[in-house]
């Protein structure tokens, strides 16, 4: 499947957290990291600010925490992160199905790896809740959404089985888990925005701005 975003307007949307980003809610939100009270940091972790630029290689230490809502009542306490972004690989759309839409209208897609670090977790929520585990996805020149591709990770090398679980339960402190979103440069008429970098998005955790952490080449 894919998600073509040209500079004017957007198709579908994402995922949840990008309807959030997309409508600038908690854009208004706390951009000064020093007034966030976190449960039980790990030491010495420093909070990565709302808003900040990195270059691709660069670590961002963020943090996310599940909250109970009427379509999801599990909770979970505030979890710590660190995310390393490595630089993007190109692959051909001929190793996904020809039956998918990638295949037809890209010419090329575009593999952002990265890798998220679990560094521990506060003590506002059960031992054994469920956890957000962050997520990258691609971005323009500009910091804006550029064309996405939903295809499986195994496009970019990266097993799902390696990945870091939601169930706080199966984290091991310290460990490092890959990741990957994944973009596309598309065909004439399918142009859209050419993804460049990656970004996050607190999501409103803590009432911080959502504003993204961007990582450009």
């Known amino acids: 499947m894919?998600?073509?975003?040209?500079?004017?307007?957007?198709?579908?949307?994402?995922?949840?957290?990008?309807?959030?980003?997309?409508?600038?809610?908690?854009?208004?939100?706390?951009?000064?990291?020093?007034?966030?009270?976190?449960?039980?940091?790990?030491?010495?972790?420093?909070?990565?600010p709302p808003g900040a630029t990195l270059t691709l290689g660069e670590t961002a230490h963020v943090a996310t925490k599940q909250?109970?809502?009427?379509?999801?009542?599990?909770?979970?306490?505030?979890?710590?992160?660190?995310?390393?972004?490595?630089?993007?690989?190109?692959?051909?759309?001929?190793?996904?199905?020809?039956?998918?839409?990638?295949?037809?209208?890209?010419?090329?897609?575009v593999c952002f790896v990265y890798d998220v670090t679990f560094l521990g977790s506060g003590d506002d929520g059960p031992g054994d809740g469920v956890v957000i585990v962050p997520h990258l996805y691609p971005v323009g020149d500009d910091g804006g959404l550029a064309n996405s591709a939903v295809v499986s990770n195994n496009v970019c090398d990266v097993?799902?089985?390696?990945?870091?679980?939601?169930?706080?339960?199966?984290?091991?402190?310290?460990k490092t888990y890959p990741d990957a979103c994944i973009g596309f440069i598309g065909k004439p008429g399918h142009e859209g925005v050419e993804p460049t970098g990656v970004a996050f998005r607190y999501g409103g955790f803590a009432g911080l701005s959502n504003k993204p952490v961007w990582w450009q080449s």
């Open 2 to 48: 894919l998600r073509t975003h040209s500079r004017w307007y957007a198709t579908a949307v994402i995922m949840a957290v990008l309807a959030v980003a997309g409508c600038g809610l908690f854009d208004d939100g706390i951009e000064d990291v020093s007034d966030v009270s976190l449960p039980r940091p790990p030491a010495g972790f420093a909070l990565t």
């Open 159 to 174: 097993a799902i089985d390696d990945e870091a679980s939601s169930d706080l339960g199966r984290l091991e402190v310290g």
């Open 67 to 109: 909250v109970a809502s009427e379509l999801f009542n599990k909770t979970g306490p505030t979890t710590y992160w660190a995310i390393v972004t490595r630089r993007p690989k190109v692959v051909d759309p001929s190793l996904v199905s020809s039956g998918d839409d990638v295949a037809r209208q890209a010419t090329k897609i």
